[in-house]
């Protein structure tokens, strides 16, 4: 059974950092696109930010470069997004999701959500 698993959300004032964890189980990992979405009340759920499957690429929605950076480790089944700078706009749940790296198959997963609110 596949879990995706995300972690460190919460409450943050403005300016402020978090880093988000999504521990993956029950897949290959490293077969995987790693991707974060996220979706704030009464708005479509959005792209992030993505990680290629050896981590060699990697890409941002405009609003959050050179704040945001998404990273992974292969060996350990587990991707992160690290947050800084945050803004209230930034507010949230924010989702894992995993899509295998062949386009042939398509083989897609969803976290539960994490999370993330930033106000003073």
């Known amino acids: 059974q596949v879990q995706l698993v995300e972690s460190g959300g919460g409450l943050v004032q403005p300016g402020g950092s978090l880093r988000l964890s999504c521990a993956a189980s029950?897949?290959?990992?490293?077969?995987?696109?790693m991707f974060w979405f996220r979706q704030a009340p009464g708005r479509e759920r959005t792209m992030v930010a993505s990680i290629t499957s050896n981590g060699g690429s990697t890409s941002y929605t405009d609003s959050v470069k050179d704040r945001f950076t998404i990273s992974r480790d292969n060996s350990q089944n587990i991707m992160w997004l690290q947050m800084n700078s945050l803004k209230p706009e930034d507010t949230a749940v924010y989702y894992c999701?995993?899509?295998?790296?062949?386009?042939?198959?398509?083989?897609?997963?969803w976290g539960q959500g994490t999370q993330v609110t930033v106000s003073s």
């Open positions: 999701h995993a899509s295998f790296a062949d386009p042939a198959l398509y083989d897609t997963y």
């Open positions: 029950g897949l290959t990992f490293s077969s995987y696109n």
